[in-house]
């Protein structure tokens, strides 16, 4: 019923800069907090930043500094600037929002498909 479709991965080099999308299309009634993940190969998928309902960011202590997430409300969808992309930072990125749709109850976390960044040292 929601999907989440994230665009902006590809290869760039150490010092080099990515911004990612996450767009929400379906039947929509609301969306609260979001926020990015990623996950490299063998390694546990981990939180990188959120933002919520209100416009509040946190940050991952490895990416402060560098990475700003951002929402526009308005078209659903969320953003994150990554600059100063280390190797350490090669990962599969994910979405996740937390949406109601138009015939539900309660708020549940979609995610979106992951999108690939790899960083050259």
């Known amino acids: 019923q929601v999907q989440l479709v994230e665009s902006g991965g590809g290869l760039v080099q150490a010092g080099g800069s990515l911004r990612l999308s996450c767009a929400a299309s379906?039947?929509?009634?609301?969306?609260?907090?979001m926020g990015w993940y990623r996950q490299a190969p063998g390694k546990q998928r981990e939180l990188v930043a959120i933002?919520?309902?209100?416009?509040?960011?946190n940050y991952a202590d490895s990416v402060k500094g560098r990475f700003t997430i951002s929402r526009e409300n308005a078209k659903n969808t969320m953003y994150l600037q990554m600059n100063s992309l280390e190797p350490e930072d090669t990962a599969v990125y994910y979405c996740?929002?937390?949406?109601?749709?138009?015939?539900?109850?309660?708020?549940?976390?979609?995610w979106g498909q992951g999108t690939q960044v790899t960083v050259s040292s």
């Open positions: 996740m929002m937390a949406v109601r749709a138009r015939d539900g109850f309660s708020f549940r976390s979609a």
């Open positions: 933002i919520t309902s209100g416009g509040n960011t």
């Open positions: 379906g039947s929509i009634f609301a969306i609260n907090n």
